[in-house]
Each structure stands twice: as structure tokens, then as C-alpha cells.
């Protein structure tokens, strides 16, 4: 599949509202939140057209929630899954344990399963929320993927080496802006 990066588009908050109550009701308490997260997250940016949700649990192993994931018709991805570590970070690997499923109908979304308060969870509710009160790095950020699509467009190992730690560079503005703002998680979408 070749990577495409479009202009944000508005219809990605609907889509990710029903695939969202989809697993509300689906995971019920086992979702301790359920988040749109990743670049359709946050209005104005470019992205490709996958929606990026986040479940967040309390653990990674309940059978319930394979279960119930694979009722709404995602793949589960039965191996623990690692999130990359951004550079400067000493982090224990437990940090950033998840689990992974996909969903490609009714539309592509992929689905990131992570624990509670671990480093992974956060970190990526913290860049959307970043990414919607700074205009300026939102738009750095979509030209890096854009140029990188345009480089790299069906080489998806390549697209995502460079563009991780390029964001992990904007990131560095996150977490001083978090300490400024004392920012805390928001409400749960879904």
C-alpha cells in the first residue's frame, strides 16, 4: 500500500465517533478510555486516512477483551508489541508494552491497546493535544510527512524510521509546554 498523505479531513472525527461507540459498547468497563489519537486527531493537520485509536486497560492480557476487540471485527495481534523509545529516554520496556489490532471494515483504523499511566499511553494523548494548540508544528509536522511520502512512498520501513524521531524533536516542545500548562488528560472520546 503506498503512503498517502491528504489534507485533514473533516468526515475522520465522524468516522472515529462510530468506530469509537462500536467499542464503547463492545469493551464497556473493560475501556477504561477509548481516544482518537494520531493524526486524524487533530483538525488542520495532513495524514493518511487511517484512523488511530487508543484503548486504554487496566491490563493487556484479559481475554475479555480479545474477545470483544474481535467482535467488532478487528485482527488482534496475539504478540506483545513495543513502542519505539524516543531518543534521550531511559525508559523500562514495560513502559511501552501494547497490544495492536486492525480494523478494516467498515474502514481502516488501527487500534492501539496500552496500559494505564505507562509512559506510551500518555505520550500519545500529549502529542494530539499538542499538535491542536500549536499551529506552527502541526504544519512542520505535515510537510516532514508529506516530503516523506513523496520520498518514500512505498517504502512504509523507511517513511516511519525517519519520521519517529523527526517527531520526537517536536515532542521536546510538548513536554515543556506540559510542565507550563500543568496539562492533564482530558475526558475520554468514546
Avoid at 520501513?157 to 524533536?169: H, M, N, S, V, W
Wanted: net charge negative; aromatic share 10%.
Amino acid at each position: 500500500m503506498s503512503i498517502v498523505i491528504m489534507p485533514y479531513q473533516t468526515r475522520w472525527l465522524g468516522e472515529f465517533k462510530t468506530i469509537g461507540s462500536s467499542l464503547r459498547t463492545a469493551l464497556g468497563d473493560l475501556a477504561l478510555r477509548i481516544d482518537h489519537i494520531g493524526s486524524t486527531s487533530v483538525p488542520e493537520l495532513a495524514a493518511k486516512d487511517v484512523i488511530d485509536i487508543q484503548i486504554t486497560v487496566s491490563s493487556l492480557d484479559n481475554p475479555a477483551l480479545k474477545g470483544a476487540l474481535e467482535s467488532c471485527g478487528l485482527t488482534w495481534r496475539e504478540e506483545a508489541v513495543f513502542d519505539h523509545i524516543p531518543p534521550g529516554l531511559t525508559l523500562n520496556p514495560d513502559q511501552l508494552e501494547k497490544r495492536f489490532a486492525k480494523m478494516l471494515l467498515p474502514r481502516f483504523a488501527n487500534v492501539h491497546i496500552r496500559l494505564e499511566g505507562r509512559f506510551n499511553q500518555r505520550y500519545a494523548l500529549l502529542c494530539r493535544d499538542y499538535l491542536r494548540t500549536h499551529a506552527g508544528t502541526r504544519e512542520a509536522y505535515a510537510e516532514v510527512k508529506r516530503q516523506l511520502a513523496r520520498y518514500f512512498p512505498d517504502n512504509a520501513e523507511a517513511y516511519y524510521d525517519i519520521k519517529d524521531p523527526a517527531f520526537d524533536l517536536f515532542m521536546t516542545g510538548a513536554w515543556e509546554w506540559a510542565t507550563l500548562t500543568n496539562w492533564q488528560l482530558g475526558a475520554s472520546d468514546a
